[in-house]
């Protein structure tokens, strides 16, 4: 069991204990993706107006887009022995990371029930097949208690549970995908060609698809050995990132026409239809496939909350992330589809920025360097309010008002250009060349 304690969470990992073998970074950023999130995000580009040629290329360049920056995060972590929120205290400032931190606790509650809707409903489908009825809110319950335990052990549970659980999910769902594709795949095309802003719009949702993992990454490269190379590091992230993200959309887009709609539970349902005798094979995976995905949530959590002010021991913290999950889902179950949708693109608008500044401040400013050269040193964050939260604060909210497109709200910039979301990109590049721009 990891170190309970609130310090523990805000101290770089000793390093005697920075004994993580390398292939953990692959599953790590492998496992959390497997699961019916892909089958709907691709679905969902053909609601959207998409063909199978322009889906595949809106895929490819979202997932390229959304995952380089992840993994670039995912180097931090090794020669920090910091959590990814943590990490970002160098260019925010002890006061400067508390925001982002608490937006990123309230953003992993978000993806619980995200995750455990499909995994619950797929639970009840099963064990009705089995004989042995659940409702809805007591299947949530068995799922949300394991991967609350699993958060609770901490970051070697979580690992051991992406890799081997994840290498059992990969094996079933790569026999559904074939199956599902060779009885439902269709190639599907459209009458009329893709306009500029409905392809700006799913690729956003696709690079927010991986982006999303950003605020994680280095919560899983910090047991790692210092001296581990940072390019191995950085391609084994995006290897997992795209090879669990990339072959799921497709399979979405090939079995869009035989889903009734892009939601989880019209994927499950033609799921079972589709494998025959091997449905209950499929509706155990999409249940277990919350483990990872969640485990990974609830852990991250956790640390998110410490980092944002709240210095309560670290299962408190867990539990709670867990209870509130549980809550949510049971909540908006009933509107997953909206829910879902808008999850994936709001949150987007104060990751980018981050992203940007800590990335900035780690290779573009000698963040890199200077943590190489003070090896085996304590690093001391500016104390307080920098001005890389400031920049943080003043981008993430203009690009909100001025570029975001939800079914809450649409900006002018938005407006005016025909609903398509510009705002990721833009905060992202603006937020990282301020920040670069004005650090000495």
């Known amino acids: 069991m990891e170190d309970l304690s609130a310090a523990s969470v805000c101290e770089p990992v000793p390093a005697a204990r920075k004994t993580m073998k390398m292939d953990r970074v692959f599953w790590s950023h492998f496992a959390p993706n497997l699961g019916p999130g892909g089958w709907v995000t691709g679905a969902l580009l053909v609601s959207l107006g998409l063909d199978f040629r322009t889906g595949v290329l809106a895929i490819l360049i979202g997932n390229l887009v959304g995952a380089l920056p992840v993994a670039l995060a995912a180097a931090i972590g090794p020669f920090t022995g910091l959590t990814q929120m943590e990490a970002s205290r160098m260019a925010l400032g002890t006061l400067g990371v508390r925001p982002p931190a608490f937006l990123n606790w309230i953003y992993c509650v978000g993806w619980d029930a995200v995750n455990n809707v499909p995994a619950a409903a797929a639970l009840v489908a099963f064990l009705a097949l089995m004989g042995a009825p659940l409702p809805f809110w007591l299947a949530l319950g068995v799922l949300v208690s394991i991967q609350m335990v699993a958060s609770i052990y901490g970051h070697h549970v979580v690992q051991a549970l992406q890799k081997y659980l994840g290498a059992l999910l990969l094996v079933v769902f790569a026999l559904i995908g074939v ?5 439902g795949g269709s190639v599907i095309h459209t009458a009329h060609p893709v306009g500029v802003s409905t392809f700006l719009l799913a690729v956003g949702i696709l690079v927010s698809f991986n982006l999303s993992w950003a605020t994680y990454s280095s919560d899983y490269t910090r047991y790692l050995p210092a001296r581990s190379d940072p390019k191995a590091v950085v391609l084994l992230a995006l290897a997992g990132l795209l090879l669990s993200a990339v072959p799921f959309q497709i399979l979405g887009l090939l079995t869009a026409s035989s889903i009734a709609e892009p939601s989880p539970m ?3 349902a033609s799921l079972q239809h589709a494998m025959g005798a091997l449905g209950p094979l499929a509706l155990a995976a999409i249940a277990l496939s919350s483990i990872t995905g ?3 949530n609830d852990n991250t959590a956790s640390y998110s909350l410490i980092s944002a002010g709240i210095h309560v021991p670290r299962v408190a913290a867990a539990i709670l992330t867990a ?3 549980y ?3 049971v909540v908006g179950a009933g509107r997953y589809a909206t829910l879902y949708t808008d999850y994936l693109l709001v949150t987007m608008y104060w990751i980018a920025p981050w992203c940007g500044i800590v990335l900035a401040d780690w290779y573009l400013t000698g963040g890199h360097s200077a943590v190489r050269a003070d090896e085996g040193h304590v690093l001391r964050p500016p104390v307080g309010w920098t001005r890389g939260a ?3 604060v003043v981008t993430s909210v203009l690009t909100v008002v ?3 497109t939800s079914s809450l709200y649409t900006g002018p910039v938005a407006r005016w250009l025909g609903g398509a979301d510009v ?3 833009v905060g992202f590049v603006v937020a990282a060349l301020w920040y670069a721009a004005g650090r000495r």
């Open 179 to 183: 199956t599902f594709a060779l009885r």
């Open 266 to 268: 019209a994927v499950i």
């Open 294 to 296: 969640n485990s990974f």
């Open 323 to 325: 209870t509130l999950g």
């Open 327 to 329: 809550v949510l889902a």
């Open 390 to 392: 400031t920049i943080f």
């Open 402 to 404: 001025l570029f975001s």
């Open 423 to 425: 705002g990721y990109y």
